[in-house]
């Protein structure tokens, strides 16, 4: 279990209330390898975000394991570390800034971790120079847009230097522009800079540059494949209330009534087939 | 939320713009062991003089920053005529068992002018500064403090996050009274207490978002390996320069003075 990458084990988590036990994971076995971009899929309360909260150890499961680079996350000493290795943006842009300053909240992590003044602004200067917020940095986080904000989650996050990024459906709350763009920063970050990525979303759409995507539904892994191999199930996706992406759509309602579609993989292909004479 | 509003940083670049927070964050201290240990009438109406300079100094809006004076009106004048009935002393006017006293008018007057001086005060330093130097200059005199074993960075971070979500509550609380007066709350119902109920329709929902935000908050903050932490790019920006020292200089002078007067007179 000393090999890089995050594992899970049997793991599962049950919350426990006054109203009862609420099983959210049940007995989840994953490995997430180094340079790898992983969806998690799901619907609201499928146990997407309790999954990705076990990453880093802000969540400790109540059954099996978890390891990052073969550290124990139910270990308190090994948090810290995990952390640093773990990076995490949340959904809502407003509840992770922290500071009254874009420059200090990139700053943040980096201070915690206690690095030098002269380390904090190199690493402050690249993360914010990588987001394209350089302008940005003397500005109050409240006067940004949405997408703004998320980029600035994102950079401050980035500054950490950390192996792993999960993200807990980062562009729910973002403008279709932003999203694109955001899903965009992900996708460069995992090619050129080889991060691993762990991106959690409801939209299909989101999971377009993924290598990997797993359905998660009822605290189980339902499906796992290739992002083309799920999103063909039509019926199995929406039998626990998830969509397929437009294009499959599209292309399954054409096999359906007899065009020969099933080679076309991209949108483009399928336009010049359509729009032969 | 635009236009000013009272007691909120507004941008300018004036010199008590650019003093050092860390200046001005000691001479209101200095301001109020002053007047609270000197109040001959003299020395008071000079400071009452020196924060109306100030402000004119600072390019603030005089008018509307003295004009504001009469939101604390109700304060202002209660005190007044608790002092000047409830202190002992030579009788003025008598009504019935109520006593105004000469020792009474002149306490009146001067805690008139003590409150007035110290509003004014806190208006130039939280007018001139921005809260990300505000916060700074707080962090940097507080260092000493955290010899004494004192998680002075925690509550460093306690102000940054205050003032970080001000303007965010603001904006939510203004979101939750639009939905509620969609819904026929009457927040400007004639009766008191149809008024009130509104308000608490608003302050409800409001407590338990920000129950909510702290909770996500918090998990933001250990992600990132929250520790408590010494601000160091923040207090790297703090500037102390000649002037800061000179008009530090003057104003301990001043506070000489205050307790001089009462020795030498």
């Known amino acids: 279990m000393l090999d890089a990458g995050i594992f899970m084990q049997n793991a599962g988590k049950i919350y426990r209330n006054q109203n009862g036990d609420k099983c959210a994971l049940r007995d989840i076995t994953l490995s997430i390898r180094p340079g790898e971009y992983v969806g998690l899929m799901g619907m609201n309360g499928s146990g997407k975000s309790t999954l990705a909260r076990l990453c880093n150890g802000l969540l400790v499961p109540t059954a099996g394991k978890v390891y990052v680079n073969g550290l124990d996350t139910r270990q308190a000493e090994n948090l810290q570390e995990i952390r640093q290795l773990v990076g995490m943006v949340f959904q809502n842009p407003d509840n992770q800034l922290i500071c009254p300053v874009v420059e200090e909240e990139i700053a943040f992590g980096l201070e915690n971790l206690g690095l030098p003044l002269p380390e904090i602004r190199e690493r402050t200067a690249w993360a914010l120079e990588i987001m394209g917020l350089t302008a940005l940095k003397q500005h109050a986080p409240h006067l940004l847009s949405g997408g703004q904000k998320q980029k600035v989650a994102l950079a401050s996050v980035l500054a950490m230097t950390p192996a792993y990024l999960v993200l807990d459906e980062p562009a729910a709350m973002l403008d279709p522009v932003s999203r694109r763009e955001l899903l965009q920063h ?12 762990v991106l959690c979303s409801n939209e299909a759409e989101d999971f377009m540059d993924a290598d990997r995507l797993l359905v998660i539904d009822q605290g189980s892994i339902y499906l796992q494949g290739t992002p083309p191999e799920i999103f063909v199930q ?31 993989n991209n949108l483009t292909d399928l336009v010049d087939l359509i729009c032969q004479p | 939320m635009t236009g000013i509003k009272l007691g909120q940083y507004v941008h300018g670049n004036s010199l008590l713009h650019r003093l050092d927070p860390r200046t001005k964050i ?7 062991v002053a007047i609270i240990i000197n109040y001959r009438w003299f020395y008071l109406l000079f400071f009452a003089l020196l924060m109306a300079a100030a402000i004119r100094a600072s390019g603030m809006d005089t008018r509307f920053v003295l004009g504001s004076l009469r939101s604390i009106r109700s304060l202002l004048l209660v005190t007044f ?17 109520l006593q105004v006293t000469r020792e009474g008018l002149t306490m009146g007057v001067v805690n008139l002018l003590r409150l007035i001086i110290l509003y004014l005060g806190s208006m130039v330093l939280l007018m001139t500064t921005s809260p ?11 260092l000493p403090l955290s010899r004494l074993k004192l998680p002075v960075h925690n509550f460093s971070t306690i102000l940054s996050i205050s003032f970080r979500f001000i303007p965010t509550l603001i904006d939510q ?42 909770e996500e908050l918090g998990e933001a903050m250990d992600s990132r390996c929250f520790s408590g932490h010494p601000n160091q790019l923040r207090m790297d ?13 003057f104003m301990l002078g001043l506070l000489a003075a205050g307790i001089l007067i009462p020795i030498l007179l």
Do not use: H
């Open chain 2, 81 to 97: 005529v608790f002092l000047a009935v409830l202190t002992p002393g030579q009788p003025v006017w008598t009504l019935g068992i």
């Open chain 2, 237 to 249: 920006r703090l500037q102390f320069q000649a002037v800061d020292l000179y008009i530090l200089i």
């Open chain 2, 173 to 214: 609380a203004i979101a939750i009274q639009d939905a509620q007066r969609s819904r026929g709350a009457q927040f400007d119902a004639p009766r008191l207490g149809m008024r009130l109920k509104s308000y608490l329709a608003i302050l409800i929902p409001l407590f338990e978002a920000s129950l909510l935000r702290a």
């Open chain 2, 26 to 32: 000691i001479c209101c201290a200095i301001i109020v």
């Open chain 2, 132 to 142: 990300m130097k505000l916060s700074a200059g707080i962090d940097w005199l507080l």
């Open chain 1, 234 to 264: 039509g019926t199995e996706l929406a039998a626990i209330g998830l969509a397929q992406p437009e294009f499959y759509r599209l292309r399954q309602r054409l096999a359906d009534t007899g065009w020969p579609v099933a080679e076309i």
């Open chain 1, 186 to 197: 992900l996708q460069i970050l995992n090619r050129r800079e080889g991060m691993t990525i």
